[in-house]
């Protein structure tokens, strides 16, 4: 079967925690901010949890407030050397996918989503889930190594066998 996801297939690793997740962050978040005043940015996902075994690629939520914005949003990432993946909005048409590296190993991922919409909300409060709640954030990990044995270079089987506790504990949080 055919997925959105499978050009970007590549060898899919979890590495333990490192600190430099964050400075690598920062540094990245500076880039994109540098040429647009009151730029809405967050780290999320796994890289941004202290003590998470995670992807080595940084995930960062770009927001925009308005489908002008928006637009030339895409336009500047793409100029800051990012690569758009508009065929995944077919999976994701809530935001629009671009990441920066090499095909085999991404760096970063950016995520541009309306601030304060929805999507943008659940990735704060997942992430904010798995850094106070230390039973979630050691279930979400175990998953997510458990995922990478059986599918390695299955990005689709990865992100797929991800869902449910994802969507379990994204409601949890909401409580």
Known sequence: MSSV????NRKIEILDYDPAWIDKFEQEKQVIVSGIDDLQVMHFGSTSVKGMPAKPTIDIAVGYKNQAEQSGLVKFLINLGYVHEPRLKEFMPDRDFFWKGTP?????????VSFNGETWNNFKSFKNLLSENPDAAKEYAKLKKSLVKKNDHDITAYVDGKLDLFHQL??????
């Open 5 to 8: 996801f499978e050009k970007l």
């Open 104 to 112: 085999t190993k991404h760096e970063f991922h950016i995520h541009l």
């Open 170 to 175: 994204l409601e949890q949080s909401k409580k």
